[in-house]
């Protein structure tokens, strides 16, 4: 499977962004049964969940995040997304997608950059 994201960009304090992660070379029953999520990593910190996909049907937050982003996911598109509302300099990093499969094979994607100027 190939993660490609994109969304990514400069922003004041205060405003938003929307992630999107899209798929390839994964059928459609894969994509349903993986985990999977968003991670960030800034410099010097080391790479942090931000919001996952359960299996289960489960939805986790970082509590620095939760009631600020929202993750969501269009199956048929095999995409993923993250909408980044009140934006705050702390949220500035390279931000990741990941899936896990059902088989416990770990895919991420490129990163993209979230600047969030004060």
């Known amino acids: 499977a190939r993660l490609v994201e994109s969304g990514g960009g400069l922003v004041q304090a205060g405003g938003s962004l929307r992630l999107s992660c899209r798929t390839s070379?994964?059928?459609?029953?894969?994509?349903?049964?993986?985990?999977m999520g968003w991670y960030r990593q800034a410099p010097g910190n080391q790479r942090e969940l931000v919001a996952t996909?359960?299996?289960?049907?489960?939805?986790n937050y970082a509590d620095s995040v939760k009631g600020r982003f929202a993750i969501s996911r269009d199956n048929a598109k095999r995409t993923m997304y993250l909408q980044m509302n009140s934006l705050q300099p702390e949220d500035t990093g390279f931000y990741y997608c990941?899936?896990?499969?059902?088989?416990?094979?770990?895919?991420w994607g490129q990163g993209t950059q979230v600047t969030v100027s004060s």
């Open positions: 070379g994964i059928i459609l029953s894969v994509w349903r049964s993986a985990d």
């Open positions: 990941h899936l896990r499969s059902y088989n416990n094979y770990d895919y």
């Open positions: 996909f359960e299996n289960s049907g489960d939805i």
